[in-house]
């Protein structure tokens, strides 16, 4: 199994900062990549960021410049910090893993529960 504590959301005003964290934590052979998604009501999930084992990072282009993901390979964890939010972050944040449980298994994809983000003045 694999287990997800994702942290941080909230509300913030336009122009404000947070910072995401998910703690991904069980059968971990292989953390292949890390990333967060996003999805606000009526829309698609959309990716956000995402992070390779070896730190390579690419981001959506709508959060470039404002938005930084990094991780903490020994912990599992990987953050978000989002500064100069805008009216249009608001969504839930879903925090992304593609890992290997167990040797000779294929990469599969695991999801968080979610966290709220709301950026309203």
């Keep these: ?3 997800f504590v994702e942290s941080g ?5 336009p122009g404000g900062s947070l910072r ?3 703690v991904v934590t ?3 052979f292989n953390m292949i990549t890390m ?3 996003r999805q606000a009501p009526g829309k698609q999930r959309d990716l956000v960021a995402v992070i390779t084992s070896g730190g390579s990072t690419n981001y959506a282009d709508s959060v470039k410049g404002r938005f930084t993901i990094s ?3 020994a912990k599992n964890t990987v953050y978000l910090q989002m500064n100069s939010l805008k009216l249009e ?11 290997v449980r167990l040797p000779g298994e294929y990469p599969n994809d695991y999801w968080g529960q979610g966290t709220q983000v709301t950026v309203s003045s």
Excluded at 9 to 13: I, R
């Design 1 to 3: 199994q694999v287990q």
């Design 9 to 13: 959301g909230g509300l913030v005003q």
């Design 20 to 22: 995401l964290s998910c």
């Design 26 to 28: 069980g059968s971990i």
């Design 35 to 37: 990333a967060w998604y």
């Design 71 to 73: 991780k903490d390979n």
């Design 89 to 99: 972050d608001t969504a839930v944040y879903y925090c992304n893993a593609n890992l």
